[in-house]
């Protein structure tokens, strides 16, 4: 079945750090690709997506390419800030299927 | 605009006690969705529902009933609440199934004591 691999966290950085959460995907069609932040106390918010191979989705400086030669869909932001501190999920959805598949969150330390 | 909102917010709950937790969308969704998380863990999806009328069971549906009578509405129902579903609740919707990301709600914290 379909499954998403996102890397063991936390991950603690330093401000204005470059950040990368690997996340790697298996899937038997074409799926939407996602990342999602949950800031603490508050629900997921959709962060970026990806909708088909070598877009690339943004938003709020973070980035990620969906490869599908790799399947991957590493998220990336070149300068981090305090304020990124919190959990990052990255999930997948087919057409054909009933649920979003999500990984098991990354939890983010940005250190001032 | 709202999009969805959970009530309440938090409760606390004696073990054997029924309990609802609602949810409502204002986006006119014809998906939602309800998980819950646990210290320390991913989310896990209890129910769905991808039009209303009709619902199905997600990876822990045992102790959860839902129905879905309308778009907007919902709701989730505890039976008979045991400690091990202390978690925080989350509804979330989505335009269909299938493809579609998911916008979720504030969440709902309960302890069954």
Redesign the interface.
Request: glycine content about 20%; proline content about 6%.
């Given at each position: 079945g379909n499954s998403v691999t996102q890397m063991e966290g936390p991950v603690t950085l330093s401000e204005e750090a470059f950040l990368t959460i690997n996340c790697t995907y298996t899937a038997t069609g074409y799926?939407?690709l996602?990342w999602y932040v949950q800031y603490p106390g508050?629900?997921?918010?959709?962060l970026l997506?990806a909708?088909k191979a070598d877009d690339k989705g943004s938003n709020k400086g973070f980035e990620a390419t969906y490869r599908k030669e790799t399947t991957s869909f590493h998220l990336e932001k070149g300068s981090v800030q305090v304020s990124d501190s919190a959990v990052y999920?990255c999930a997948l959805?087919?057409?054909?299927?009933?649920?979003?598949i999500?990984?098991?969150?990354t939890r983010l330390h940005i250190l001032p | 605009i709202a999009g969805?909102t959970q009530a309440p917010t938090s409760q606390i709950l004696a073990a054997g006690r029924r309990m609802t937790l609602r949810c409502t969308q204002d986006m006119r969704h014809n998906?939602m969705?309800w998980y819950r998380q646990d210290l320390g863990?991913?989310?896990r999806?209890i129910h769905?529902s991808?039009t209303a009328g009709t619902t199905?069971k997600?990876e822990v549906p045992d102790g959860y009933s839902v129905s879905r009578a309308n778009t907007d509405d919902f709701p989730l129902t505890l039976a008979s609440a045991v400690p091990s579903q202390t978690s925080v609740y989350?509804c979330?919707s989505?335009p269909q199934?299938?493809?579609?990301?998911?916008?979720?709600?504030?969440?709902t914290r309960l302890t069954v004591t």
């Open positions: 799926p939407s996602f508050e629900g997921l918010q959709l997506k909708t999920f959805s087919e057409p054909r299927d009933d649920k979003i999500f990984g098991k969150g | 969805i998906a969705y863990l991913g989310l999806l769905y991808n199905g997600g989350f979330a989505s199934q299938g493809g579609y990301e998911q916008y979720f709600g504030p969440g």
